[in-house]
């Protein structure tokens, strides 16, 4: 009989296989920050429990971890890393040092089935969901790889999760085709890593039903969209996910979600040159984002051997910048970082062809 892995547990189920085990309801409360806060990586390393009992677990259950299978630092410091799965698919993670945060960007799916022409990740098509604990455990492996960044930061994270201060769902897959999972993993990052919503973002292609049903199951997370494109038709070439949910029942969906007076949508948008980033884009979509408390980063878009766009001369996307701050929409030009690694927005393709 196969053990079992208990990181792949859920509360109730921990609970449960407490129960099956004949121990007291305790273990199982002992167990969880064991590996959320102290991050054990097998049973033996639960040394509050006797060698015995530890002994008597081990035989049936186990503790799974992510294989670290690459490691890569940026000019810019910016990491990368390839993380080998039980069945032998991979994943990448990205760590983006700045001056007061360290965000890790986490991916959700092995590959993606969203095939958005401009995304690297698109082009590899989706091999299969992540469980919630492939998802946490990105979170997990990075923190013990990484030295807490800012020392004077207050530990952010029960057991001090090394420097990661914002946690962000950008990285591969589509976490709303995968909700599920990721809703349980949101709450394992929350509840049992202690890890604050406000310092997580999710980002989606714009699966419209699916972020009222965010917004139901995991209220206060931030979202992000990326929008990329001010007019059905621009959208409907970058991205087919507009042909089922067109930009008027996305934005209908954002206009829905139930913000605390000091929150905003993150609206995100990839310029392409002479694809989406013209004045009457930039009109065009001040006139789309009316009345949705937002902020928009604009993405330079990041080029990748084979791709047919390229990116916006500066002017261009300062120009684009300076219609939407005329009109008081917050707008940031994200520097992309990461490049020389192909770590930047979406350019993770783990080991795939
Ligand atoms: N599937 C989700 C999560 C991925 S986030 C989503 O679509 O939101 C990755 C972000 O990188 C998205 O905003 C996407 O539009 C952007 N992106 C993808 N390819 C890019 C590229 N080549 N250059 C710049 N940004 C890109």
Known sequence: MSKINLKALSKAAMEEFVKEQ?????????????IYEKKAESIE??????RELRKRLSDIAYISNLKLLKRQVSEDGTEKFLFGLEDGESIESVLIPDEDRHTLCISSQVG?????????????GVKRNLK???????????????????????????????????IVFMGMGEP?????????ALHRITEFMGFSKRRITLSTCGIAPKITELYRR???????????????EVRNRLMSINKKYPIRVLLDAC??????????????????????DSLSDAKRLVTLLRGIPSKVNLIPFNPFAGSKFKRPSDERVLAFQEILVREKIYTFIR?????????ACGQLKANYK
């Not at 390393?45 to 006797?50: A, Y």
Request: with cysteine; hydrophobic share 40%; net charge neutral.
């Open 22 to 34: 004949g121990l007291p309801a305790y273990r199982a409360k002992q167990i969880l920050p064991w």
């Open 45 to 50: 390393d639960i040394t509050e429990f006797s």
């Open 112 to 124: 993606c089935a969203m095939s958005c022409g401009f995304c690297l990740t698109g082009g590899i």
């Open 132 to 166: 919630a604990h492939e998802i946490v455990d990105q979170i997990i492996a990075v923190s013990r790889l990484v030295k807490p960044i800012i020392p004077s930061h207050p530990p952010l994270l029960k057991g001090g999760t090394g420097g990661i201060t914002n």
């Open 176 to 184: 709303l085709l995968n909700l599920d999972e990721v809703v349980e």
């Open 218 to 232: 995991a209220p206060h997370v931030n979202l992000a969209v990326s929008l990329n494109a001010a007019t059905d």
């Open 255 to 276: 206009r829905k979600i139930p913000l605390s007076p000091r929150d905003r949508i993150t609206f995100e948008y990839v310029m392409i040159d002479g694809i989406n």
């Open 335 to 343: 520097k992309s970082k990461g490049q020389d690694i192909l770590a």
